[in-house]
């Protein structure tokens, strides 16, 4: 297939990094445990856009990036399920879904 | 019993008189004391045989009783008739002797004191009173010895006089005092009943007697007190006719006389005062033959006469000693006055000067040669008839009285040297025909008529009253006595018409005079210096604590720099060690407990700074794991530029 885009890849990258960076932010900055969740969530999405624009633009032909979205996508999923399992098991404790909260590994 | 009283108190009285209401007249004063004494000897007639006494308790203390009183007896009797005859004649030689003096007030006062004091001692019944006359006569006496107060000698003589008499006192008051522990009273008559009782102990009577004794012996100027009447002879001439000679000098005799009933309880006594008597009287003469002044002479001469008295009350014969004493007044009062009288008119009594003096006052001639007679015992004049009795009572000791004649003969050598010198020689120098004053003469005239016959008068009486005092004198011992006498003044007449004034015993009797003049003065010397030893002794002590005290201050003062050198040593020590330890400190601090507080401080900070990835906060780990993803990332991007560059 030749299609053409006439996004060129940079800015592709550049999405993607933005993305990225915005993933790393929430996880930082946010005390809800779910928006923590939402922001791993974007940062996988930033990675399958950034592998998905590699494969379109250098090795069209080779099928294995879009398995590895497909893997990625999956992993992504049953990690969000854990970690939401977790999250309502520490929220069953703690009745309270503050990240600040949760500090009971060592208290001085 | 009034009349009694009166004897003492007329002539005090005129005393305290001439002092008071007749201080500007020195006749009168004179008179007055003359008609006091002149009344005195009236008096005499009505009291003669009468026994009178009568005491007064003065102060009870306890069981202890002093009294005061006055008695009468025959004793007292013969003492107070010669003391106011005595003392009239020669009251009435002093008006005229005192003539041209100054003062006469106060001798007359003191005069009629003394005799006052005199009349007094011989009454007294009480030992206390007694006393008290002794002393009072004392007085007297020092006063009219320094009389003349612009002489020197006067002074010194009569404080001499005083003194000793003084010393010899004490024992007489410790004998009284003994006497009142003992029978609890200062009553004579009871003292003398209890001792002719046996109410004493031996011992104690021994010692009461013996302290009598010596207390008499001051008085009456005997060995060893006799140092001071020769000295006392500066005084006025009536003070030594009347005080030294017959009155004064006599109280010690008469204290002896009272005491008389002790000497027969204590035979050691009576041995005691028997040969001080004879060897008082013995060296008394001796030392009479030697002199050179008229009244030295008389006065040696009185203290062998008491010396003579004092024996015989040792012989155990109060008779003897009382009529010796009657005569002795007698013809030395005579002496003395005679003496003044050849003073007044010739000015000295050297009798190198005199030699011959009698041919310029032939009437003076009576008095002295008769008196003379008299003092050597030959008879039929009064001193043979006392001596004679003294000869009696001492005739069965045979040493004593072969001493006894030795002093007879000398007692003749001695005055008849004078008697000779004065009036039996041819005058060496020209004297004027001098003339005496009318009340001069006279008294002495009488007086010597009294030292002729009294004896002769007394004799018959005495044997009436005292039949058993009488004591018969084998014919040979008396004709001794009278051949001593005479030879006596024979070889005193020859040796001065032969060798002139010559001492007659020559280096014997000097040597005599300066032991007994001596004596004192050595004991006074002796106690001075062992005063003076004690002195000296505390200040080599006190010299020797001050040389401690000092020489320990020195020690102290050269130990000091040592101990300033020890404390300063000390000091730089304990400075430098101080350095040191603040040196070792800042080091310490510097090299060790700085960097290790350093290191400390720098963990723990680190520890500090790491304890927050420990804390659970999720933040934290998030943010490390971020950090060490992009460093690893960059670490290796650059790595990779790196390979690609090099190949």
Same mark, same amino acid.
């Given at each position: 297939?030749?299609?053409?885009?006439?996004?060129?890849?940079?800015?592709?990258?550049?999405?993607?990094?933005?993305?990225?960076?915005?993933?790393?932010?929430?996880?930082?900055?946010?005390?809800?445990?779910?928006?923590?969740?939402?922001?791993?969530?974007?940062?996988?999405?930033?990675?399958?856009?950034?592998?998905?624009?590699?494969?379109?633009?250098?090795?069209?032909?080779?099928?294995?990036?879009?398995?590895?979205?497909?893997?990625?996508?999956?992993?992504?999923?049953?990690?969000?399920?854990?970690?939401?399992?977790?999250?309502?098991?520490?929220?069953?404790?703690?009745?309270?879904?503050?990240?600040?909260?949760?500090?009971?590994?060592?208290?001085? | 019993?009034?009349?009694?009283?009166?004897?003492?108190?007329? $002539?005090?009285?005129?005393?305290?008189?001439?002092?008071?209401?007749?201080?500007?007249?020195?006749?009168?004063?004179?008179?007055?004391?003359?008609?006091?004494?002149?009344?005195?000897?009236? #008096? @005499? $007639?009505?009291?003669? +045989?009468?026994?009178?006494?009568?005491?007064?308790?003065?102060?009870?203390?306890?069981?202890?009783?002093?009294?005061?009183?006055?008695?009468?007896?025959?004793? %007292?009797?013969?003492?107070?008739?010669?003391?106011?005859?005595?003392?009239?004649?020669?009251?009435?030689?002093?008006?005229?002797?005192?003539?041209?003096?100054? +003062?006469?007030?106060?001798?007359?006062?003191?005069?009629?004191?003394?005799?006052?004091?005199?009349?007094?001692?011989?009454?007294?019944?009480?030992?206390?009173?007694?006393?008290?006359?002794?002393?009072?006569?004392?007085?007297?006496?020092?006063?009219?010895?320094?009389?003349?107060?612009?002489?020197?000698? %006067?002074?010194?003589?009569?404080?001499?006089?005083?003194?000793?008499?003084?010393?010899?006192?004490?024992?007489?008051?410790?004998?009284?005092?003994?006497?009142?522990?003992?029978?609890?009273?200062?009553?004579? $008559?009871?003292?003398?009943?209890?001792?002719?009782?046996?109410?004493?102990?031996?011992?104690?009577?021994?010692?009461?007697?013996?302290?009598?004794?010596?207390?008499?012996?001051?008085?009456?100027?005997?060995?060893?007190?006799?140092?001071?009447?020769?000295?006392?002879?500066?005084?006025?001439?009536?003070?030594?006719?009347?005080?030294?000679?017959?009155?004064?000098?006599?109280?010690?005799?008469?204290?002896?006389?009272?005491?008389?009933? #002790?000497?027969?309880?204590?035979?050691?006594?009576?041995?005691?005062?028997?040969?001080?008597?004879?060897?008082?009287?013995?060296?008394?003469?001796?030392?009479?033959?030697?002199?050179?002044?008229?009244?030295?002479?008389?006065?040696?001469?009185?203290?062998?006469?008491?010396?003579?008295?004092?024996?015989?009350?040792?012989?155990?014969?109060?008779?003897?000693?009382?009529?010796?004493?009657?005569?002795?007044?007698?013809? !030395?009062?005579?002496?003395?006055?005679?003496?003044?009288?050849?003073?007044?008119?010739?000015?000295?009594?050297?009798?190198?000067?005199?030699? +011959?003096?009698?041919?310029?006052?032939?009437?003076?001639?009576?008095?002295?040669?008769?008196?003379?007679?008299?003092?050597?015992?030959?008879?039929?004049?009064?001193?043979?008839?006392?001596?004679?009795?003294?000869?009696?009572?001492?005739?069965?000791?045979?040493?004593?009285?072969?001493?006894?004649?030795?002093?007879?003969?000398?007692?003749?050598?001695?005055?008849?040297?004078?008697?000779?010198?004065?009036?039996?020689? !041819?005058?060496?120098?020209?004297?004027?025909?001098?003339?005496?004053?009318?009340?001069?003469?006279?008294?002495?005239?009488?007086?010597?008529?009294?030292?002729?016959?009294?004896?002769?008068?007394?004799?018959?009486?005495? @044997?009436?009253?005292?039949?058993?005092?009488?004591?018969?004198?084998?014919?040979?011992?008396?004709?001794?006595?009278?051949?001593?006498?005479?030879?006596?003044?024979?070889?005193?007449?020859?040796?001065?018409?032969?060798?002139?004034?010559?001492?007659?015993?020559?280096?014997?009797?000097?040597?005599?005079?300066?032991?007994?003049?001596?004596?004192?003065?050595?004991?006074?010397?002796?106690?001075?210096?062992? +005063?003076? @030893?004690?002195?000296?002794?505390?200040? #080599?002590?006190?010299?020797?604590?001050?040389?401690?005290?000092?020489?320990?201050?020195?020690?102290?003062?050269?130990?000091?720099?040592?101990?300033?050198?020890?404390?300063?040593?000390?000091?730089?020590?304990?400075?430098?060690?101080?350095?040191?330890?603040?040196?070792?400190?800042?080091?310490?601090?510097?090299?060790?407990?700085?960097?290790?507080?350093?290191?400390?401080?720098?963990?723990?900070?680190?520890?500090?700074?790491?304890?927050?990835?420990?804390?659970? !906060?999720?933040?934290?780990?998030?943010?490390?794991?971020?950090?060490?993803?992009?460093?690893?990332?960059?670490?290796?991007?650059?790595?990779?530029?790196?390979?690609?560059?090099?190949?």
């Amino acid at each position: 297939m030749n299609l053409v885009l006439t996004i060129p890849l940079p800015f592709f990258l550049a999405v993607a990094a933005v993305l990225f960076a915005i993933g790393i932010y929430t996880v930082l900055a946010q005390r809800s445990a779910v928006m923590i969740l939402m922001g791993i969530e974007l940062m996988f999405t930033a990675i399958v856009l950034n592998a998905i624009a590699f494969w379109r633009f250098v090795t069209p032909q080779d099928f294995s990036t879009q398995l590895f979205a497909i893997l990625v996508i999956t992993v992504s999923t049953i990690e969000m399920a854990v970690g939401l399992a977790v999250m309502m098991l520490a929220y069953r404790n703690k009745r309270s879904v503050n990240m600040d909260k949760f500090e009971e590994v060592h208290e001085t | 019993m009034i009349l009694l009283f009166f004897i003492p108190a007329l $002539p005090l009285l005129a005393s305290v008189l001439i002092l008071t209401m007749l201080r500007k007249d020195g006749q009168k004063s004179a008179v007055a004391g003359v008609i006091a004494t002149a009344f005195t000897l009236a #008096l @005499l $007639p009505f009291l003669f +045989g009468k026994n009178v006494s009568s005491s007064v308790p003065w102060l009870q203390l306890n069981h202890y009783q002093l009294t005061i009183g006055l008695s009468l007896d025959m004793l %007292s009797f013969i003492f107070i008739s010669v003391i106011s005859i005595v003392s009239l004649f020669v009251q009435i030689y002093a008006i005229g002797y005192m003539k041209e003096e100054t +003062g006469k007030i106060r001798f007359f006062s003191i005069f009629s004191f003394f005799i006052g004091s005199m009349m007094l001692l011989v009454l007294a019944n009480s030992f206390l009173l007694l006393f008290v006359a002794w002393e009072a006569v004392s007085v007297a006496s020092f006063l009219l010895i320094s009389f003349y107060l612009t002489r020197e000698e %006067s002074k010194r003589a009569a404080l001499t006089a005083f003194i000793m008499i003084r010393v010899a006192d004490v024992a007489l008051f410790v004998a009284w005092l003994l006497v009142l522990l003992q029978t609890g009273t200062t009553n004579i $008559p009871t003292f003398l009943n209890a001792v002719a009782t046996g109410q004493f102990a031996s011992g104690m009577l021994i010692v009461i007697t013996v302290f009598f004794v010596i207390g008499a012996l001051g008085k009456s100027a005997q060995l060893p007190f006799s140092s001071w009447l020769p000295g006392a002879m500066v005084a006025p001439t009536p003070v030594s006719a009347l005080l030294h000679s017959a009155t004064m000098v006599v109280a010690g005799v008469y204290l002896l006389l009272r005491l008389f009933p #002790l000497f027969t309880a204590v035979p050691v006594a009576s041995q005691i005062i028997l040969w001080i008597g004879l060897v008082t009287a013995l060296v008394g003469a001796i030392i009479a033959t030697g002199q050179m002044h008229m009244k030295r002479v008389l006065a040696w001469s009185t203290i062998s006469q008491i010396g003579e008295m004092i024996l015989a009350i040792g012989s155990g014969s109060i008779i003897a000693a009382m009529f010796h004493f009657i005569t002795q007044a007698f013809f !030395k009062s005579t002496l003395f006055l005679t003496a003044g009288s050849i003073d007044k008119a010739a000015g000295t009594l050297e009798l190198e000067k005199l030699k +011959g003096f009698g041919r310029a006052l032939p009437i003076l001639a009576i008095p002295f040669l008769l008196s003379t007679l008299a003092l050597a015992g030959i008879p039929p004049f009064s001193g043979f008839f006392s001596e004679e009795a003294i000869l009696a009572s001492v005739a069965k000791n045979t040493p004593a009285l072969i001493l006894f004649l030795i002093t007879l003969f000398l007692a003749g050598l001695y005055i008849g040297r004078v008697a000779t010198a004065v009036f039996l020689s !041819k005058p060496t120098h020209k004297f004027n025909n001098a003339s005496l004053p009318f009340f001069m003469t006279y008294p002495t005239l009488i007086l010597s008529f009294g030292a002729a016959d009294i004896g002769l008068v007394l004799k018959p009486i005495l @044997l009436l009253l005292l039949p058993s005092q009488n004591e018969t004198l084998s014919l040979l011992l008396r004709l001794i006595s009278v051949g001593t006498s005479i030879s006596g003044l024979a070889i005193g007449f020859i040796y001065v018409k032969f060798f002139g004034l010559k001492n007659p015993l020559g280096r014997v009797q000097q040597i005599v005079e300066r032991v007994v003049l001596g004596v004192p003065n050595i004991t006074v010397q002796a106690v001075q210096s062992i +005063g003076t @030893l004690l002195v000296n002794l505390e200040q #080599l002590f006190d010299d020797l604590v001050r040389l401690l005290v000092s020489q320990t201050f020195v020690l102290v003062e050269k130990l000091q720099p040592v101990e300033v050198a020890f404390d300063d040593g000390a000091l730089k020590f304990a400075t430098n060690t101080f350095t040191l330890s603040q040196i070792t400190d800042k080091a310490e601090n510097i090299w060790f407990s700085n960097p290790v507080d350093t290191l400390g401080n720098t963990i723990m900070l680190a520890g500090i700074r790491l304890k927050p990835l420990q804390q659970g !906060k999720t933040y934290n780990y998030l943010s490390a794991i971020l950090l060490w993803t992009v460093l690893i990332l960059g670490a290796s991007a650059f790595l990779l530029i790196i390979i690609s560059v090099i190949r």
